[in-house]
């Protein structure tokens, strides 16, 4: 008679972390599909700018202070994005629950001064080829900010309940991180075509 090797896997977490964890993956999946989107109206707007005789239609080049300003902000909102990662990897409760709250400062920043970016923009999203792209990928980019900024708060929420403890909420608060991470990377490229280009 064989002997059978009995595997005890009741000492397993119940949630990954990082590449362990299915919300880690549905995550990288959501910004694949948004990156695309992203990457299409941006190959929109150079294809529309092709067929313009001028470019902008129109208008003149978007004032440069509101985007820039904002542009700055995320820059430096990497570095407490990337700690609070750390942080909540090692599970350290109080610099995450820290953290949070500076992130969620750091997405209503933004906000605040997109406000000022469209009316810099010269033109309403009806008026042509040219504003309707430029308010689409504006309004596109300010759509995940306000998402990633509702997630924060509520996961800011959590983390100072009996809930903070939870192995699966420090995997929440690095899969928010990642996605703060492609709100920016995916504002460099959108922040160049709407202020740079026009001015080439």
């Given amino acids: 008679m064989k002997d059978h090797i009995v595997l005890d896997a009741s000492r397993l977490p119940l949630h990954g972390m990082g590449m ?5 993956w549905a995550t990288c999946a959501f910004m694949l599909i948004e990156g695309s989107g992203f990457a299409l109206g941006i190959a929109v707007y150079f294809y529309l700018m092709s067929l313009a005789p001028h470019w902008p239609i129109d208008a003149p080049p978007p004032d440069l202070w509101a985007g820039t300003w904002l542009t700055a902000i995320l820059l430096v909102s990497v570095v407490p994005n990337v700690l609070i990662s750390r942080w909540a990897e090692r599970k350290q409760l109080r610099r995450v629950q820290i953290g949070l709250l500076v992130m969620t400062l750091f997405g209503i920043l933004p906000l605040a001064f997109r406000i000022f970016e469209f009316p810099a923009l ?26 990633d900024l509702i997630d924060t708060i509520v996961l800011t929420c959590l983390m100072f309940t009996r809930h903070g403890n939870n192995t699966r909420r420090f995997g929440d608060v690095q899969d ?7 709100v920016v990377l995916t504002w460099l490229p959108i922040y160049g075509c709407i202020y740079w280009v026009p001015r080439l």
């Fill in 176 to 182: 928010n991180a990642l996605y703060w991470n492609f």
């Fill in 122 to 147: 010269h033109v309403q999203w009806d008026q042509n080829a040219y504003g309707s792209i430029v308010w689409t990928v504006l309004g596109l980019h300010t759509t995940h900010i306000l998402t």
């Fill in 20 to 24: 362990a964890s299915p919300t880690w």
